[in-house]
């Protein structure tokens, strides 16, 4: 069963999908549209515990290949520690943070919600509100992505573009200059470091066949190669490091950062204007619905509200919470937040990331480029007043992308700072967010003469007042009204930069010497690792190869699909660009509403 | 090939497909071999005329074909109503579509529009909007230049009024785009003197100024890009710039650019150890201008000539002979 307080699935919105093959049908999910099956299979060849990322690509993957997999999850929805939650599912889940149940992985949530959402007279509905757990952007070129077109996942989502990267600097959002096209035309950067720039663009796309110029700095910060051997000023490193490149600090090295620097430049233009993408209607939590999806059709079954009570690697039986159990031939895989009762064997999750994510009463368009509904703000090391070491990255949605009504966006900060001092700089980038909406879009600057234009035909520019314009001494009267704001702390193995080392997946069977740990119940579970910090998706692909080489023996066939509709274009640029033009423009007089009570209600 | 599926040709697989390729050689000979006694026999009908359709279809660059689809065409016009003339232009679109560089296409296309049965200029402004965005899908399809070239020259006629404002901002805005797009630079090298010929530009000493910061701009956004570099050997060496600057202002410009170019090369030498061919051709260039404009100079011309013979032996003969002219 599950709860009526939901948001619709992937095919009840899209339930009159002319089928233009059999594939592109969305087929219905056990527990949300179908009922769950009232048995549990005597034997199968892959238990999967969790139905996070991880482990719903590695379900479709393992299905697709042939072996029989039971998916189980205990929550009433799909997408465990990516879900994409409502905000009563939201309050639910802090709840289970703070009791514990979620020790080592999660921790220190902090929530606050308006009482203008529920509360059945609310100005909004608690499922008017997609909200992701681990908010990611996708690359368009990146391993994810060729496998949601090689497995027909894309066709139960859609997709937008993402082409506005702010980089935060001297109480300023600089918006990033990246293409050729801007740097050519831009009027403000000075000759020399145009060529600089186009000089190490024109490197990164293929920097690991110029050893020449990168070697002497493979130990060093990627800043000292930028500074010394291209001649980039502050501003050019900061955007490439940060806001293209996405590094969380100064002491990024040269190897990786050109990497991460890479991915952004060679997404571009691949399906248009712009390197990332994000998925509509939520990000993670409706990738994993669809992975789900896909294991469906290839065979795997599904039960919603069910946990893994313990796992004999001798018997090799797998126990459920309902009493029934479980033949597993080949391997259990859990993710850690959903590890059963007295476990043992769960990886030390020794990173912290801090997240805060906000619901704001306001558009936030002016973020946007024009026809989109995202953005992403960096925030590089000392940029704020809180004098930060570490990035704080901002990945901004409005109405557009449907996670939220009209009017509002969410806002996802988040820091691989670790420690107390990780919510003083989310706290310092917020601030400096909210201050710069206000400035821009307040309404009392129309009556300010000194700030206000007229444009030929006597309408007032706000475009004066866009982004990348500072007004520093002006003190708005008005103050942005917060729908939500959740802090929390979540933890995971993969440490920032990195993805899941393959011999992570060893340490539970050669803990101890391979001896077992006695009243342990996870003893032989092959635990995934939690989400990490990164904002795109690049770790998710690895990680799931390296487990599925782990349990069929290799991947040469991993994800080797072969389905009829060979000629249909992979997800072709009009289609998108028509879902883009279906984007209403948002109201931007938000401000003008009855404001709701600041902070509503608090649950800790 | 992208996006085609990949096929284990099989002793088996390979007769098949010879088999039915054999099947198709035999058909598409029969057609032409028919074609060809229709032709001959001086046959036009809807009939015939719907097998050209199915022989270009196959083979677009078959120009007998289209030679003859005209004749039959030209034999049935007083028939012809304004739906086939459409036709006729949506059926080479589609085949410009698969085929955006056969030449017999794009000829077929404006031969349509000359003997459309709507002669307003309406069709060709259209036209215009139809190529601005095939232009916009593949920016340096030159055939795609071309014919906007010919469809503006059309509409000029037509209106009695000069377009050549709007291409020359239609051009630019193609070189901001993409500093490679060659047709972009080689249109702006057309248009411009013509329009400093039909005084169609206000202020021709600021427009050559500007010119002279735009080209800069661009060899320092992208010092590798010959279609710049390109333009730049012709805008330099152009009458324009002397008629709007006058010779003073002219060399400063020159030595301007001069400056800058070194610039760049000399960055170029520290960064990679190695001098910019680009850089020391057009230097030498610039040296030519500056003697014609009987400037007082060191030359450097030699020495950028021996640096280019050695960095660049495929055209060794070329450096020699500008090394030993006159």
């Given at each position: 069963m599950y709860t009526t307080e939901r948001r619709p699935s992937m095919a009840e919105r899209r339930p009159t999908i002319v089928a233009m093959s059999a594939q592109s049908v969305v087929p219905h999910l056990a527990g949300i549209e179908d009922p769950l099956p009232d048995t549990t299979p005597e034997k199968v060849d892959v238990l999967i515990v969790g139905t996070g990322m991880v482990e719903s690509v590695l379900a479709a993957a393992l299905s697709w290949q042939g072996s029989s997999v039971l998916h189980i999850d205990r929550n009433d929805h799909y997408g465990d520690s990516s879900a994409t939650l409502t905000v009563d599912q939201i309050k639910k889940w802090v709840n289970s943070v703070n009791q514990g149940l979620f020790s080592g992985c999660y921790d220190n949530a902090k929530l606050y919600v308006s009482t203008s959402i529920g509360n059945h007279n609310g100005k909004y509905a608690s499922r008017d509100f997609g909200i992701d757990l681990a908010p990611k952007v996708l690359f368009a070129k990146s391993d994810l992505l060729s496998i949601l077109v090689r497995s027909r996942v894309h066709q139960y989502l859609e997709f937008q573009s993402l082409s506005n990267f702010h980089t935060f600097e001297n109480d300023n959002f600089e918006k990033l200059t990246?293409?050729?096209?801007?740097?050519?035309?831009?009027?403000?950067?000075?000759?020399?470091?145009?060529?600089?720039?186009?000089?190490?663009?024109?490197?990164?796309?293929?920097?690991?066949?110029?050893?020449?110029?990168?070697?002497?700095?493979?130990?060093?910060?990627?800043?000292?190669?930028?500074?010394?051997?291209?001649?980039?000023?502050?501003?050019?490193?900061?955007?490439?490091?940060?806001?293209?490149?996405?590094?969380?600090?100064?002491?990024?090295?040269?190897?990786?950062a050109l990497q991460r620097i890479r991915r952004y430049l060679s997404s571009f233009d691949v399906y248009g204007p712009?390197?990332?993408?994000?998925?509509?209607?939520?990000?993670?939590?409706?990738?994993?619905?669809?992975?789900?999806?896909?294991?469906?059709?290839?065979?795997?079954?599904?039960?919603?509200?069910?946990?893994?009570?313990?796992?004999?690697?001798?018997?090799?039986?797998?126990?459920?919470?309902?009493?029934?159990?479980?033949?597993?031939?080949?391997?259990?895989?859990?993710s850690p937040s959903q590890a059963p009762k007295d476990s043992r064997n769960i990886p030390n999750q020794k990173y912290e990331?801090?997240?805060?994510?906000?619901?704001?009463?306001?558009?936030?368009?002016?973020?946007?480029?024009e026809g989109e509904s995202a953005a992403v703000i960096v925030f590089p090391p000392g940029s704020l007043k809180s004098g930060n070491v570490e990035v704080v990255q901002a990945f901004i949605l409005g109405s557009g992308s449907e996670i939220c009504p009209g009017g509002t966006s969410v806002w996802y900060l988040s820091t691989m700072q670790q420690g107390s001092r990780a919510e003083m700089d989310l706290d310092a980038a917020l601030e400096a967010m909210?201050?710069?909406?206000?400035?821009?879009?307040?309404?009392?600057?129309?009556?300010?003469?000194?700030?206000?234009?007229?444009?030929?035909n006597g309408e007032t520019l706000i475009n004066s007042v866009r982004l990348g314009q500072s007004f520093k001494q002006y003190v708005p009267r008005e103050r942005i009204q917060f729908l939500l704001k959740l802090y929390y702390t979540q933890y995971t193995s993969t440490p920032p930069f990195n993805v899941v080392d393959p011999s992570f997946f060893d340490i539970n069977n050669i803990d101890g010497n391979g001896k077992l740990i006695p009243g342990a119940s996870d003893n032989g579970v092959l635990y995934t690792a939690m989400p990490s910090g990164e904002i795109s998706y690049d770790e998710v692909v690895t990680a799931v190869r390296v487990l599925y080489e782990k349990i069929v023996g290799s991947d040469d066939d991993f994800f080797d699909l072969d389905f009829e509709d060979e000629d249909e274009a992979p997800m072709n640029k009009a289609d998108y660009e028509n879902a883009i033009e279906d984007d209403e423009d948002v109201d931007m007089n938000v401000g003008r509403h009855e404001s709701a009570e600041f902070v509503g209600e608090m649950e800790i | 090939m992208h996006g085609v599926k990949r096929k284990q040709w099989t002793q088996e697989l390979l007769k098949q497909k010879k088999e039915q390729d054999r099947k198709r050689i035999t058909q598409y000979r029969g057609l032409v071999d028919k074609l060809l006694d229709s032709r001959d026999s001086k046959t036009y009908n809807m009939e015939v005329f719907k097998e050209t359709t199915q022989l270009l279809r196959i083979n677009p660059e078959y120009n007998a074909g289209w030679n003859y689809r005209r004749?039959?065409?030209?034999?049935?016009?007083?028939?012809?109503?304004?739906?086939?003339?459409?036709?006729?232009?949506?059926?080479?679109?589609?085949?410009?579509?698969?085929?955006?560089?056969?030449?017999?296409?794009?000829?077929?296309?404006?031969?349509?529009?000359?003997?459309?049965?709507d002669k307003s200029v309406k069709i060709w402004l259209r036209e215009l909007a139809i190529v601005s965005k095939l232009l916009q899908m593949d920016p340096r399809n030159f055939?795609?230049?071309?014919?906007?070239?010919?469809?503006?020259?059309?509409?000029?006629?037509?209106?009695?009024?000069?377009?050549?404002?709007?291409?020359?901002?239609?051009?630019?805005?193609?070189?901001?785009?993409?500093?490679?797009?060659?047709?972009?630079?080689?249109?702006?090298?057309?248009?411009?003197?013509k329009m400093f010929e039909k005084d169609e530009i206000k202020d021709k000493k600021k427009f050559i100024q500007d010119e002279f910061t735009y080209i800069t701009n661009a060899i320092y956004?992208?010092?590798?890009?010959?279609s710049v570099w390109f333009y730049i050997e012709w805008f330099v060496k152009n009458h324009i710039v002397i008629d709007a600057l006058g010779r003073d202002e002219l060399i400063q410009k020159l030595q301007e650019l001069q400056?800058?170019?070194?610039?760049?090369?000399?960055?170029?030498?520290?960064?990679?150890?190695?001098?910019?061919?680009?850089?020391?051709?057009?230097?030498?260039?610039?040296?030519?201008?500056?003697?014609?404009l009987k400037v007082q100079f060191t030359p450097h011309s030699h020495e950028y000539l021996a640096q280019l013979i050695e960095a660049d032996p495929m055209r060794k003969n070329r450096y020699l002979h500008l090394l030993h002219r006159k």
């Open positions: 990246n293409t050729k096209q801007e740097i050519f035309t831009d009027q403000k950067l000075p000759l020399m470091t145009k060529r600089n720039l186009m000089k190490f663009i024109k490197f990164v796309l293929n920097w690991e066949e110029q050893p020449e110029v990168w070697k002497p700095y493979a130990d060093t910060p990627l800043c000292d190669l930028l500074v010394e051997k291209f001649r980039l000023e502050k501003a050019q490193v900061f955007e490439l490091m940060f806001s293209i490149g996405l590094c969380y600090n100064m002491q990024t090295k040269t190897p990786e712009f390197s990332v993408l994000y998925s509509k209607y939520g990000g993670p939590g409706e990738l994993s619905q669809g992975f789900c999806r896909s294991a469906a059709v290839g065979g795997a079954t599904y039960k919603l509200n069910e946990t893994l009570t313990s796992y004999d690697p001798n018997t090799k039986m797998a126990l459920f919470g309902d009493g029934s159990q479980v033949y597993v031939t080949e391997k259990v895989v859990a990331v801090h997240r805060l994510t906000c619901v704001v009463e306001k558009s936030c368009e002016q973020w946007f480029s909210e201050a710069s909406l206000i400035r821009e879009s307040s309404t009392d600057l129309e009556h300010d003469d000194s700030l206000v234009q007229f444009g030929p | 004749d039959i065409i030209e034999h049935l016009s007083p028939e012809l109503k304004h739906e086939f003339w459409e036709d006729e232009l949506a059926f080479s679109m589609a085949l410009l579509k698969d085929y955006p560089k056969v030449y017999w296409i794009w000829n077929h296309r404006k031969w349509t529009l000359e003997n459309h049965i055939h795609g230049w071309h014919y906007r070239r010919i469809l503006v020259a059309e509409i000029e006629g037509r209106t009695g009024q000069s377009r050549d404002g709007e291409e020359l901002q239609y051009a630019i805005d193609n070189t901001n785009k993409n500093i490679s797009n060659y047709s972009a630079w080689h249109q702006k090298a057309t248009l411009i003197p956004t992208d010092a590798e890009d010959q400056e800058n170019i070194l610039a760049i090369n000399e960055d170029d030498l520290q960064f990679s150890g190695k001098q910019n061919n680009w850089c020391l051709k057009v230097l030498i260039v610039l040296e030519d201008v500056q003697r014609n």
